[in-house]
Nanobody
Framework: VQLQASGGGLVQAGGSLRLSCAAS????????MGWFRQAPGKEREFVAS????????DYADSVKGRFTISRDNAKNTVYLQMNSLKPEDTAVYHC???????????WGQGTLVTVSS
């Protein structure tokens, strides 16, 4: 599966952005999807994940209550709605896919989110 993330940009603290990740291939609905981010000088960290049919989600503590992951299997797309953004959310955001029982091994290019104070 090939992934392409979009939707990043510059936003003021307290604002919102919606990231999208479009996937190629006919088997998108079989993949579990995730969002990760990497801030300058820091290691990549988990942000959110959603299972193949969208019934189970998981979030990093730092984004719980502010971010929402969702997917539209008919459009082969996964989304990350980010509200109440903080400067510490500034990072390159990557989407990723994994097959059941495996690690995330399919990665898209990142999209930069910059939150100004």
């Amino acid at each position: 599966v090939q992934l392409q993330a979009s939707g990043g940009g510059l936003v003021q603290a307290g604002g919102s952005l919606r990231l999208s990740c479009a996937a190629s291939g006919r088997t998108f609905s079989t993949y579990h999807m995730g969002w990760f981010r990497q801030a300058p000088g820091k290691e990549r960290e988990f942000v959110a994940s959603i299972n193949s049919y969208g019934g189970i989600t998981d979030y990093a503590d730092s984004v719980k209550g502010r971010f929402t992951i969702s997917r539209d299997n008919a459009k082969n797309t996964v989304y990350l709605q980010m509200n109440s953004l903080k400067p510490e959310d500034t990072a390159v955001y990557h989407c990723a896919a994994r097959e059941s029982g495996e690690e995330f091994k399919y990665w898209g290019q990142g999209t930069l989110v910059t939150v100004s104070s």
